[in-house]
């Protein structure tokens, strides 16, 4: 969208194309809806033969919304790679870092990256965001979601307030809801009211939303929200609430051992994590060969669970003698980085370069521009020598 200015700056309904190109994109919501749309815009503009929107509708599967909002994308778009990792080093590095600042430079980014994110995950664990409706699901969602995440659902929480859902038509065990949305303006315009259709399964609690937020975000949608509001529904089923939200697990990442970190606990913790992974790889292959050793497994790896939840509780009960200890032993060690080693370049020195002759020549006339410009100043000066003798010789 950043090349329309580029390629139709120039023609005369510019400003109507841009603004029917950009609804298209962002607002389809069926790709019934986006198909014939374009096709409008194409012929009320006459563009069928304009390459740069044929090569977009070629391949629209691979980058509109409509078209790839049914998979999870966690919300990124298709540009926010490069974005993010623009912001990555912001602060760190610029046009005219060498090679040796940008390595220190990148050992400062990441360290900083590492500290943002145990700070982030010791403010949800030890802080809580109040809620705004008191309904029961937004407070399984605040004992459950990350700081962050449970702020980007409370704006579906606010947003229920320009929902409307009615009841439309029930097939057995599916019921379908229409909710229509207030879509506020800017200034001067006037609202819009966007219908979407709702499926509501009764037996398996599932729902799905045409804007299809929940299957590109991870997160329940405004609309999915007042369905479930009108059933009276006081809890969400466990599979809408996805684990990379979640703040009570521990992630598989935090056992890989970083540089950064200067917990002692957290080093010994890791250092059993990699003890124990190769062990249970293995145990995993044997368990999957037939059906009796993959029940002997589960078997055995339930009765290891409830024996060490037990024991947790038991340690969780009792206190930790040990948790006041402070360990100051550091595991970063200092670095220190040295600008590379000159190397010769391979080839002839450019000062002894075999030359043209018209090279020769160019640096032949120059030589000789020099060589009369220093005759000429210097024969000003015996000039004014032989001058200042005169005069004395007057004198005298």
């Not at 055995?300 to 003698?321: E, F, P, T, Y």
Request: hydrophobic share 30%; aromatic share 10%.
């Amino acid at each position: 969208m950043k090349k329309i200015p580029a390629k139709f700056g120039s023609h005369v309904n510019y400003k109507l194309i841009k603004k029917n190109l950009k609804n298209i994109v962002y607002n389809s919501l069926s790709f019934e809806e986006c198909d014939s749309n374009w096709k409008k815009l194409i012929q009320d503009f006459n563009l069928e033969n304009n390459d740069w929107l044929s090569s977009l509708w070629s391949c629209r599967h691979k980058w509109m919304p409509v078209y790839v909002k049914d998979k999870f994308w966690a919300g990124m778009s298709t540009s926010q790679r490069s974005e993010s990792m623009n912001a990555f080093f912001d602060g760190y590095v610029h046009s005219k870092t060498t090679l040796k600042q940008f390595v220190e430079q990148y050992d400062n980014a990441l360290k900083s990256k590492i500290e943002k994110e145990n700070n982030s995950d010791f403010a949800s664990f030890n802080s809580i965001i109040p809620v705004i409706s008191g309904h029961p699901i937004e407070k399984q969602f605040q004992s459950v979601y990350t700081n962050k995440i449970f702020k980007l659902f409370q704006d579906e929480i606010r947003s229920l307030m320009f929902c409307n859902t009615s009841f439309v038509k029930q097939e057995g065990s599916i019921i379908l809801y229409e909710v229509v949305e207030i879509v506020l303006g800017k200034e001067g315009e006037t609202p819009k009211n966007i219908p979407l259709l709702v499926q509501y399964n009764e037996v398996d609690c599932e729902l799905k939303c045409l804007c299809r937020l929940f299957e590109f975000r991870g997160i329940l949608c405004r609309h999915m929200l007042s369905v479930l509001i009108k059933t009276n529904a006081t809890r969400v089923p466990e599979k809408y609430i996805l684990e990379r939200w979640r703040k009570d697990i521990k992630r598989r990442y935090q056992g890989i051992t970083n540089i950064y970190d200067d917990s002692y606990f957290h080093e010994e913790e890791r250092q059993r994590y990699n003890n124990l992974q190769p062990l249970i790889q293995e145990v995993h292959h044997l368990g999957s060969t037939n059906d009796e050793s993959f029940s002997i497994l589960m078997s055995i790896l339930k009765d290891a669970k409830q024996r060490l939840m037990d024991s947790n509780s038991v340690d969780s009960i009792d206190g930790d003698h040990d948790s006041n200890t402070i360990h100051v032993e550091s595991r970063i060690e200092s670095k220190e980085f040295h600008t590379p080693l000159k190397v010769r370049a391979r080839g002839r020195p450019p000062t002894k370069r075999k030359q043209s002759k018209v090279e020769q020549i160019v640096k032949k006339v120059a030589a000789k521009s020099r060589n009369q410009a220093k005759d000429v100043r210097g024969g000003g000066k015996e000039q004014e020598d032989l001058s200042n003798v005169g005069q004395c010789s007057r004198f005298c």
